[in-house]
């Protein structure tokens, strides 16, 4: 299927993961044995009910997974616990068709790549809010910062999925639901301490009482020497700097129930986050030479929702009217002598703000048996303020650029999910979205399912479209320090894609596998042009196309109802049609494998190894456009016991072998890492 797949073969034989080829899955040996091991120690007599998993990203109704065709990762709380992933691009790291890319440890600049396609074609929303920052340059979302210690679902929707969410979804969404209380009064608390001036704490109080349920969190990570700069980048004598992060983030979660058909919710989410971290020094380009002293980034994100739910008709139409509202402000100081004119002036700070303010109607009407329309309105508005550091007088002072721009759109959906038979079911979607900037833009899904009788598999597959639209950043704002011109007349990036699969359960479901085969097209990628040889003077226009394709494939194991055992791999060809040459940051090949053992109640344990392939980089200060960068494995374990009911001690190990890479090139990602702590519960 691919040109490398004998180097695939050669993986699969030494036992590091599987690969579906000539639609035959090849499990690895370990998978065969733990496969084995199910047989021989619980008879197919004895079932193993695992719960049922529903999805909502798909559709925006709960849906049993069964019935969806879509490929959706759903990571839970108690996963999160158990493997004690403090961060949500840690808990993103072993998700099939993603790779995650942080510019170091915590707080690095995080972007997550899905199916092959670009950074800012991944749609992410907490709690049904659109939280990407409308003052970013290319509109994609920074995952640094995001904590795990409030969030009680993230679902991983891959593939297009415009044709429900609009902009900013060729790859697909990113869906993540904070915790509701629920019960009695119950608080929670957590510390950790450990390598790196690792410190994190955490207390959260939840409940309900009648008709009103709440939850409070409060959440402080902070670590305070994280090597990132690679050694060799250094001049001979310079000490490195490591980075430091600190990070505060509050969240609250209400609902109450105004009678039997209203109900009100509201969440908010406050982070306030500071990174020092080394820049690099352009003054003697193409020497990578990182800068003396270190930088800092401070970031604020609130992001809030309110939601009033009116059901009708004993809850056969229900109707959600809610409003949401972005404020995302960042601040950059560079601390470090101005490299144009290498004078002792310091560029004064740069600043974004980005506001995003959002009404949106979604009805969802049982119109028959097996039957449901959700029908959709959206009003939205975009705004953003940028201070830059400009081009200096004659005197050598730096001038100050402020830029202002907004935008609005305004859309409407449709969408069917349709239960024919017990067998089979289809979701199909459209949606028609009009821009203040570039005018009017369709795009539509299909997504049907079939279970085959007797064997009982399940056969899959998606045809959607998908667009992204220009950022106010590449629409309006203009750097004359660089000759660079924004181009208010761009028009969205644009694709197709569809994908198509199997998934199979055997043996009472204790064994699982599949495997689904995707394949993209884009068109109208935004990029940047020179308009100008003799100054070098530049802008951006529409002029790219690429295509990515690839292999999803899994298998799990129940050993027994204390042992599991999953093993993922994906397999992902880029190509930019434009020049020919593989996209850069998808590597080739990712392949993870996860086991879970509980050997008495209280004690839970896990392991994760992870190996992503080579894959085309750039190095650090962009003097060498594309080199190989190599592959890497690392391996995690976590383990937790529970005292009693009221106390529970954890530990955990990060790339416990120590195994030292960059990823991106030019950023040391963290070596061996040891942490332990305690978690409260009253």
């Not at 030479?289 to 139409?317: C, I, K, Y």
Request: hydrophobic share 35%; aromatic share 10%; proline share 6%.
């Amino acid at each position: 299927m691919f040109p490398i797949i004998d180097a695939i073969q050669r993986g699969v034989r030494r036992g590091c993961y599987y690969v579906a080829t000539r639609s035959v899955v090849v499990l690895s040996a370990p998978l065969f044995f733990t496969a084995a091991l199910a047989q021989d120690s619980a008879p197919p007599t004895q079932p193993i009910v695992l719960p049922p998993i529903t999805v909502m990203s798909a559709t925006t109704i709960p849906t049993p997974s069964d019935q969806v065709a879509s490929s959706v990762t759903v990571i839970t709380a108690a996963d999160l616990e158990r493997d004690q992933r403090r961060s949500v691009p840690d808990a993103l790291n072993t998700v099939p068709g993603l790779n995650v890319v942080q510019t170091g440890g915590s707080g690095g600049q995080t972007s997550v790549f899905m199916r092959g396609t670009n950074s800012n074609h991944v749609k992410v929303f907490i709690d049904g809010i659109d939280a990407s920052d409308p003052s970013n340059p290319n509109g994609a979302f920074d995952f640094a910062h995001l904590l795990t210690g409030d969030i009680a679902r993230i679902e991983v929707l891959r593939g297009p999925q415009s044709g429900l969410y609009g902009s900013d979804a060729i790859g697909g969404v990113i869906s993540i639901t904070t915790k509701k209380g629920d019960g009695p009064p119950r608080v929670t608390a957590t510390l950790e301490g450990g390598s790196f001036g690792t410190f994190n704490q955490t207390i959260g109080l939840s409940g309900s009482q009648t008709n009103f349920n709440y939850a409070f969190s409060v959440q402080h990570l902070r670590t305070t020497s994280i090597p990132v700069t690679p050694l060799n980048l250094l001049a001979p004598g310079e000490a490195r700097n490591n980075d430091n992060y600190n990070n505060w983030t509050y969240s609250t979660k209400l609902g109450a129930d105004l009678s039997d058909n209203v109900a009100v919710n509201l969440v908010g989410r406050y982070t306030d986050a500071k990174l020092g971290f080394t820049g690099d020094n352009f003054s003697l380009f193409p020497v990578e030479l990182p800068e003396a002293m270190q930088s800092t980034q401070v970031n604020h994100n609130l992001f809030a929702r309110g939601e009033v739910v009116w059901s009708l008709f004993d809850d056969r139409f229900k109707n959600f009217f809610g409003v949401s509202y972005t404020n995302q402000w960042n601040y950059n100081v560079n601390p470090n002598p101005d490299f144009f004119f290498t004078s002792p002036l310091v560029a004064p700070p740069t600043t974004n703000l980005g506001i995003r303010t959002k009404y949106d109607w979604r009805g969802e009407a049982k119109i028959a048996a097996g039957q449901t329309l959700v029908l959709g309105l959206e009003r939205q508005t975009d705004a953003l303020r940028t201070d830059t550091a400009g081009t200096t007088d004659a005197f050598f002072n730096y001038t100050q650029t402020t830029t202002t721009a907004s935008t609005g759109n305004k859309a409407g959906y449709v969408e069917l999910q349709s239960q024919f038979t017990k067998r089979f079911f289809l979701v199909s979607n459209i949606r028609y979205d009009d821009n203040e900037s570039f005018g009017p833009h369709t795009t539509w899904r299909l997504a049907p399912v079939f279970i085959v009788p007797g064997t009982e598999t399940k056969l899959k597959a998606t045809y959607g479209t998908g667009f992204k639209a220009p950022t106010l950043n590449q629409l309006y704002v203009n750097n004359p320090s660089f000759l660079f011109s924004a181009n208010p007349n761009l028009l969205p990036e644009v694709s197709k894609g569809y994908d198509f699969g199997f998934e199979q359960a055997v043996l009472h479901d204790r064994i699982g596998f599949g495997v689904t085969y995707f394949h993209n097209s884009i068109t109208n990628l935004i990029n940047f042009v020179t308009t100008d040889p003799l100054t070098g003077a530049s802008s951006l226009a529409n002029i790219g196309l690429a295509t990515t394709h690839g292999v999803e494939s899994f298998a799990s194991v129940v050993v027994t109802e204390n042992i599991k055992v999953r093993g993922d791999y994906t397999a992902t060809r880029t190509r930019d049609e434009t020049t020919g040459l593989e996209l850069m940051r998808r590597p080739r090949n990712k392949a993870s494998l996860s086991a879970n053992w509980t050997p008495i109640d209280r004690l839970s344990l896990s392991a994760t190894v992870l190996y992503v392939g080579s894959w085309v980089d750039i190095n650090r200060n962009g003097s060498i456009p594309r080199l190989d960068a190599p592959q890497y494995t690392t391996v995690n374990i976590a383990a937790n016991y529970e005292v009693d009911k009221h106390v529970t001690v954890f530990a955990r190990a990060d790339n416990l072998f120590n195994y030292q890479y960059q990823d991106p090139t030019g950023f040391m990602r963290p070596g061996l890492g040891v942490f332990g702590g305690v978690r409260l519960t009253n």
